[in-house]
């Protein structure tokens, strides 16, 4: 019994610390990658968590290997421990998301648009609305969402851009970030005139909806200030 015990514990530490290895390489490639591009936040915050994680896992895992192949109480005290306080840690995260979240953070507020599911900030906690929808740590993100091109894969010849075309061409559902960053919410009555541009109606906006305000025909804006951006981020 003690030899099964002790032959799970070699395996799922083997198999971590090749997770590990595998996060540490990755995290040290995008880290020899983006040496000219030191501006990028978005480079240097994946690699960052690559890195760490990579080296929790390594650490953690190395720890249950020595004490389990070398039958070392102390290095098993330690690894135990390490887990322990790592449960505690995640039950803590998950106890922390439950409080500042609720119902209606996600609430779908248009189900009559066949490709479209768009949701609002307007019930997110003070934490989320002062952290997040409001923090500088928005104007990040969303540098990052325009780095990453999540409204833009690339252009045609006619310089309509492939992935709005096919989403709006197919009524395909949309995903959350494309719905909310990508095109004005429906609720404003926009007149869609092609696949990425929008145009107010001579009968004016259908509602005081500020994202109606803040939507942008420019690649480089659309929605990414809109709050159905954030909320579906």
């Not at 840690?89 to 779908?108: E, H, M, R, S």
Request: net charge positive; charged share 15%; hydrophobic share 45%.
């Amino acid at each position: 019994m003690v030899r099964v015990s002790n032959s799970i514990v070699v395996l799922v530490n083997t198999v971590l610390l090749l997770l590990g290895l595998l996060s540490l390489l990755f995290g040290i490639y995008s880290v020899i990658v983006g040496v000219d591009d030191k501006g990028s936040h978005c480079r240097q915050a994946l690699t960052n968590a690559l890195l760490i994680l990579g080296g929790f896992l390594v650490t953690i895992s190395l720890l249950g290997l020595v004490g389990s192949l070398l039958n070392n109480s102390c290095f098993m005290f330690v690894y135990l421990g390490v887990l322990f306080l790592s449960i505690l840690c995640l039950i803590g995260f998950t106890v922390f998301v439950f409080l500042i979240t609720n119902d209606g953070a996600g609430k779908v507020l248009s189900k009559k648009d066949l490709f479209v599911k768009e949701h609002k900030t307007v019930d997110f906690s003070h934490w989320l609305q002062n952290h997040f929808v409001k923090d500088k740590n928005w104007i990040r993100i969303k540098s990052c969402l325009v780095d990453a091109k999540v409204c833009t894969t690339g252009e045609n010849n006619n310089g309509i851009n492939y992935k709005a075309l096919v989403f709006f061409k197919n009524a395909l559902p949309l995903p959350a970030i494309q719905a909310g960053c990508c095109k004005p919410p429906s609720s404003c009555g926009l007149v869609q005139k092609n696949e990425t541009f929008w145009d107010v109606p001579k009968s004016g906006l259908v509602t005081s909806d500020p994202d109606c305000l803040t939507w942008n025909n420019n690649q480089g804006k659309l929605c990414y200030d809109c709050n159905s951006c954030k909320s579906g981020i």
